[in-house]
């Protein structure tokens, strides 16, 4: 079973808009993840925030962490057609598991 | 594109074969996961290596094992095929085994089984 429900599963938005996905998770985290995947090839990842932090910024991207209510966002400013991809939210636990969510797929028009 | 690699790209295989799916980590990791992910889902973690053990395994039947080897290649392999195991298979390196370090993905090996 996989921790990290995304939120929404499907997202279709113009260039130049700003696209925000959400994934909320079940049990305590020490950190959280997000990665892109591109046409089901390898995942890259984008950014690590980790649970005393609540917001983290890496130039188009910003993301927040909410451990009270156990969720978290990305936030994708000015999108690109290049954005196009599915974006998973990944937590990592006790143990050496990361598990990831179903994610969300991201279409930016051109 | 990251320094891991995996072979082969694309796998056809029968209901009951055995398969070997190979990574090279990235130059400097120690750490390797492996990761199943069927069609329209997320990764689900299979099993990790650190230094040539297993260091932590998913929800996954004994049919699915693996290898470290000196030098922090690795292999996963899946005996007894089922349809169900037709999924790409991702691995991923690190340079450590604790929480918190990045994971640097391969291209992947698609496995079909019929």
């Known amino acids: 079973s996989q921790q990290g429900e995304e939120d929404p599963q499907a997202l279709s938005i113009q260039e130049g808009e700003n696209a925000t996905m959400n994934c909320s998770y079940k049990?305590?985290?020490?950190?959280l993840q997000w990665y892109r995947q591109n046409s089901g090839r390898g995942l890259v990842h984008l950014i690590l925030?980790?649970?005393?932090?609540r917001e983290k910024h890496s130039g188009r991207l910003r993301v927040t962490l909410d451990t009270s209510k156990k969720s978290s966002s990305l936030l994708i400013t000015a999108s690109r057609a290049a954005d196009t991809a599915s974006y998973f939210c990944?937590?990592?636990?006790?143990?050496?598991?990361?598990?990831f969510g179903a994610g969300t797929r991201l279409f930016v028009k051109a | 594109e990251t320094g891991v690699t995996q072979s082969p790209t694309h796998l056809i295989k029968t209901r009951g074969q055995q398969v070997t799916l190979r990574c090279s980590s990235q130059?400097?990791?120690?750490?390797v996961s492996w990761y199943q992910q069927a069609l329209g889902q997320g990764p689900q973690f299979i099993f990790q290596?650190?230094?040539?053990?297993?260091?932590g395994r998913g929800n996954f039947p004994p049919r699915f094992s693996g290898l470290q080897f000196p030098n922090y290649s690795s292999e996963l392999n899946v005996n007894a095929l089922e349809l169900d195991d037709s999924a790409l298979y991702l691995c991923?390196?690190?340079?450590?085994?604790?929480?918190?370090?990045?994971?640097?993905f391969g291209p992947g090996t698609r496995l079909t089984v019929l």
């Open positions: 925030i980790r649970s005393n932090e």
């Open positions: 130059s400097g990791h120690n750490t």
């Open positions: 049990t305590s985290i020490n950190n």
């Open positions: 991923a390196s690190s340079s450590g085994s604790g929480t918190g370090n990045e994971q640097f």
């Open positions: 290596y650190y230094r040539e053990e297993e260091n």
């Open positions: 990944a937590t990592e636990g006790g143990g050496f598991k990361t598990i």
